[in-house]
């Protein structure tokens, strides 16, 4: 099966309005990809759509909403007249202790990082099907090691590789391919208020070498880049990362013995709410609704290429 190069395809990135995904939306519109931002920060997601090109276009929606998702999913196919590539990438994260974290909280991170990947595949795999896409599932080094303080997103970081692994194998004779796409610790809003936290900030110093650096995020972009115009199966952002899975089978024993040493150390006990603006544990009022608002980054009464203008 040919893949399409990029500068002939429609992609859609969940979490886009800042970071990882906004970058990534950027660099994509920069090798000619039609792209759809979706996620939940409307202001930051318009001034993102306005640095990938005229064609590209910003959509509101909360991805553990079925509903709103799906009528996304659709409403993007009805602008574009095709989705040949999703992008899952909308992702929180809390730290701390398990019996001193809040449990909506807690649950809000399994929720929208697993959860919302299956509601991200349910909505959009019919269009994937229809044009024989590829869907990368972003994971992180969570899933290939656990970390003390950070178990809510280790297990849905551990999940969404394992539910994308499982989703291959279901969707392969279709046509639709599915890659995971690996990160360490890459220069985000998310990383940096890790780092705020004085308890957090010593357990990453700790790590050894090459876990306890802070990658630029430009070139971790690219590779992932790299991989959606392959469709690969396992897409590095930091290319060390790939030699950590023939010995990752080590590493829970490994981190539970030097992990319950520093965890047992005396310090003030680790918070770090780790999502950015516009998330939080209870569902925004946004996420009621079941019809997506478009936007595009026209001027208001530009024609669109292909697809409506103004509001959908």
């Known amino acids: ?19 990882l995904g906004a970058l990534m939306a ?15 920060e409307p202001a930051e997601l318009k001034a993102a759509a306005a640095q990938c090109g005229p064609e590209a276009s910003y959509w509101e929606a909360d991805v553990t909403d ?18 040949d590539t999703v992008v899952a990438n909308a992702g929180i994260a809390i730290g701390g202790p398990l019996l001193d974290s809040d449990p909506a909280a807690y649950n809000r991170v399994i929720e929208v990082n697993l959860l919302g990947s ?67 610790w890459t220069d985000t809003d998310m990383v940096r208020g890790a780092d705020q936290d004085d308890v957090l900030r010593e357990m990453r110093a700790r790590l050894p070498w090459p876990a306890n ?25 930091q290319a060390w990362l ?3 899975q023939p010995v990752r089978w080590l590493l829970p024993g490994v981190i539970a013995s ?14 770090w709410p780790g999502w950015p603006r516009g998330w939080r544990p209870p569902r925004p009022p946004c996420c009621a609704r079941s019809a997506p608002a478009a936007r595009s980054t026209r001027p208001p009464g530009a024609a669109a290429a292909g697809g409506r203008s103004g509001a959908a």
């Open 26 to 40: 950027r660099r994509l519109a920069d090798r000619g990809a039609r792209v759809a931002l979706v996620g939940l």
């Open 118 to 184: 299956v509601t991200t595949a349910r909505a959009f795999l019919p269009a994937l099907i229809e044009t024989r896409g590829y869907l990368l599932q972003i994971a992180s080094l969570a899933a290939i090691t656990p970390a003390p303080l950070m178990s809510a997103y280790c297990a849905s970081k551990a999940g969404v590789e394992s539910f994308a692994h499982a989703l291959r194998a279901e969707v392969a004779h279709q046509g639709v391919r599915v890659g995971v796409g690996y990160l360490s």
């Open 66 to 83: 079925l509903v709103a998702l799906s009528a996304t999913a659709q409403a993007i196919k009805e602008k574009y007249g095709r989705i």
């Open 258 to 271: 030097v992990g319950a040493r520093e965890v047992a150390l005396p310090r003030a006990p680790a918070r």
């Open 242 to 244: 790939r030699g950590m």
């Open 213 to 237: 650096r802070t990658y630029p995020i430009g070139p971790a972009v690219d590779r992932l880049v790299a991989g959606i115009a392959r469709r690969s199966a396992h897409v590095y952002a």
């Open 1 to 19: 099966m040919t893949t399409p190069p990029l500068n002939a395809q429609v992609v859609v990135v969940t979490g886009a309005a800042r970071g």
